[in-house]
């Protein structure tokens, strides 16, 4: 496997990771992928747990297949660099929502040999041919979505009350713009706080315009830089700044 831009400092197969010092305070590490220019081969699949495989065959269609694979074995490439452990050796679980109780967003658990490092906070999206990886110090959130074939106004229902009589006033083109700027907040957020998108994204507004360190429940949002075609999002927890380090940067597209 290869990471898609020579900027990268992703380990390809299964040789030990580099150390990479965990973002601290309000910074954030961005880390772009493009599916379409990675190869998987057996031996990088065994990278990935029995559960990740068994998710991976379960895809109908091998497109969308591929595109799990990709996301999640980048995920352990990129974290074995802040963890000092192989991508194979990570073990990941689930935390708890602060709603509901109920299993929540993906977490690094504790594993030996990981010495005196900080487990780090991460965060996966991938949307069309994009796979987004933000890793932080405290609870971070990122999402990624690519620009809707159609119309996308039904969309606006879900959203926060004052957001969507925002949208109700644009013209069609950036009535689609704002609403998908407002759903990768929400999600970001969402992602941040462990809560999920399955509670839903109206139970706070975003808002429509810039966000470069925007206080949104509980949460500090910004936009992310994307490829042509596709808007991102970041969440850092907490009051402040987001201060994204581009790691891998956000590939071109045709």
């Known amino acids: 496997m290869s990471p898609v831009h020579p900027r990268s400092t992703v380990q390809p197969g299964n040789t030990a990771p580099h150390g990479r010092t965990v973002p601290a305070g309000d910074a954030v590490d961005v880390w772009w992928f493009d599916t379409r220019t990675v190869t998987v081969g057996p031996a990088d699949l065994a990278d990935l747990d029995h559960g990740e495989r068994k998710r991976a065959e379960a895809f109908l269609f091998p497109a969308d297949r591929r595109r799990y694979r990709v996301a999640h074995l980048m995920l352990r490439r990129v974290l074995a660099g802040y963890t000092g452990t192989t991508p194979a050796g ?137 490829p042509p075609g596709y808007l991102a999002a970041v969440a850092l927890a907490g009051a402040g700044g987001v201060i994204p380090h581009l790691r891998a940067e956000a590939p071109a597209t045709s």
């Open 90 to 226: 990570l073990p990941f679980g689930r935390g708890r929502c602060p709603r509901c109780g109920a299993a929540g967003k993906p977490v690094l658990l504790p594993a030996s040999g990981r010495g005196a490092r900080t487990a780090p906070s991460f965060s996966l999206a991938h949307s069309g041919d994009m796979v987004l990886i933000a890793v932080a110090g405290r609870p971070v959130g990122v999402d990624v979505e690519a620009d809707a074939a159609g119309c996308v106004c039904s969309l606006a229902l879900a959203l926060h009350p004052a957001d969507a009589a925002r949208v109700a006033g644009l013209g069609e083109r950036e009535r689609h713009e704002a609403i998908i700027t407002c759903w990768v907040r929400a999600e970001a957020v969402l992602k941040a706080t462990g809560q999920g998108i399955g509670h839903g994204l109206a139970g706070f507004p975003v808002g429509t315009g810039q966000a470069t360190g925007l206080s949104v429940n509980g949460c500090t949002v910004r936009e992310v830089a994307a």
